[in-house]
């Protein structure tokens, strides 16, 4: 595959400004950035999935510049429907510090800070130099604007499109940056920064954007218990991301594969091959959990928190568990009833909020859906491991 059709295979290409980026990626070598605002001090794995682009281009021989705003931090971009709370400028410099560092460690590329070409500009230059290349109409038309207007927009938060249209700018020039990388919600401040560039350097500058990645419900992916999954093992152990990594929704974790790892096609397309067959044993969401892990905090890190996992979870935890027997399965076969039915809990409604509050495990797999169906495939050699909080380990017993 080309660089272009392996981003497509992985689901990493949401909208293109032109169609010329395809041969751009796979026959030229430039520099590109991606950015983010430092409200934390802190990535978290929302940024990974977008911030692994530079490694992938990186690979390919592109030359990545990693965009931390310390201007636009201290602006807000507009949310879909509130404003962002402001932050100080002494929270703003730490957390650009920190995260300089964490990406540095991790992405092994430059990192930028817009607040070094925009702490000079005054009012007047600002209004003359970028503004009058605005069309306010131009700038209602975008999404990320548009949504806010019934409700309302500050200023202030009508500004961040320029404000990161002339960090592209100023990368262009600078920099010879050609290219912007982001978010599918950014397209609007990017295309933004295209057109400031055509119109003051009557240069081309090109943009791609990346699909959000969510969960299969359409929710923000990387939230447990309203608990973001952070880079910082201070923050988020290595164990906890684990974990997060080896209970995601079976449906999802072929795509969360391609998207968080650089496992080869082959390689995942056979890891999918040995998933279906034998779902039970959830290789492909152990081998996400442990390669993600792996990238973050290095092998070792990888190495303990797959062994804690599996003595804490895995059979060797087993051997003294009590043992249920039950007969063959019934039809629709709810969860809740088989935990009820084997007297693990007191009610079907006690078994249905337990497993809604995270507090089930089937094979090691978190159930958080009520009307989950237990079937024929979980159980290996006519067993199943049923785990009630941390320390309750059940294993039934088909007779």
């Known amino acids: 595959m080309t660089l272009f059709e392996e981003l497509k295979w992985r689901g990493l290409i949401k909208d293109i400004s032109d169609p010329k980026i395809e041969k751009i990626l796979n026959d030229d070598k430039i520099t590109f950035y991606i950015g983010t605002d430092p409200t934390g001090d802190s990535l978290h794995i929302g940024h990974l999935s977008s911030f692994l682009i530079c490694k992938r281009l990186k690979d390919y021989g592109h030359n990545p510049i990693i965009l931390v705003g310390g201007a636009t931090g201290l602006i807000g971009d507009p949310k879909p429907d509130t404003e962002r709370p402001m932050i100080t400028k002494e929270e703003v410099t730490h957390n650009f510090n920190e995260l300089k560092k964490q990406v540095n460690n991790l992405f092994d590329c430059e990192v930028v800070n817009n ?5 000079d500009i005054n009012f007047i230059d600002y209004l003359r130099d970028y503004g009058k290349y605005f069309n306010v109409n131009y700038m209602l038309s975008k999404d990320i604007v548009s949504r806010r207007l019934d409700d309302g927009i500050t200023y202030t938060e009508f500004s961040y499109m320029i404000m990161q249209a002339l960090d592209f700018l100023h990368l262009y020039q600078s920099k010879n940056c050609i290219m912007q990388v982001a978010g599918q919600d950014q397209w609007g401040n990017i295309t933004a920064g295209i057109e400031l560039i055509r119109k003051k350097l009557g240069k081309e500058a090109y943009a791609f954007t990346m699909p959000l990645v969510t969960k299969k419900d359409g929710t923000k992916f990387g939230k447990t218990n309203g608990k973001a999954i952070w880079l910082s093992k201070e923050k988020t152990t290595p164990y906890e991301m684990y974990q997060f990594f080896v209970n995601v929704e079976d449906d999802m974790v072929i795509n969360y594969l391609k998207i968080f790892t650089f496992l080869s096609k082959e390689k995942i397309e056979t890891i999918e091959n040995e998933n279906n ?3 039970h044993l959830r290789i492909a969401a152990k081998t996400l959990a442990y390669e993600v892990v792996k990238f973050v905090h290095g092998q070792i890190e990888a190495d303990n928190a797959k062994k804690m996992s599996e003595e804490i979870f895995g059979q060797n935890n087993t051997s003294n568990a009590p043992k249920i ?4 399965l019934e039809e629709n076969y ?13 009610s079907k ?4 909020r337990l497993i809604m509050q995270g507090g089930i495990k089937l094979n090691d797999k978190k159930i958080t859906d009520p009307d989950y169906i237990v079937t024929k495939n979980n159980f290996e050699n006519n067993e199943i491991i049923i785990n009630k909080g941390k320390k309750n380990i059940f294993k039934i017993i088909t007779k």
Request: net charge positive; proline share 7%; glycine share 4%.
């Open 349 to 352: 409604s006690e078994g249905r």
């Open 115 to 119: 607040f070094d070409w925009c702490k």
């Open 277 to 279: 067959q034998n779902p």
């Open 325 to 328: 027997y039950i007969n063959s």
């Open 334 to 346: 709810k969860l809740s009833s088989l935990l009820f039915d084997t007297k693990i809990v007191p």
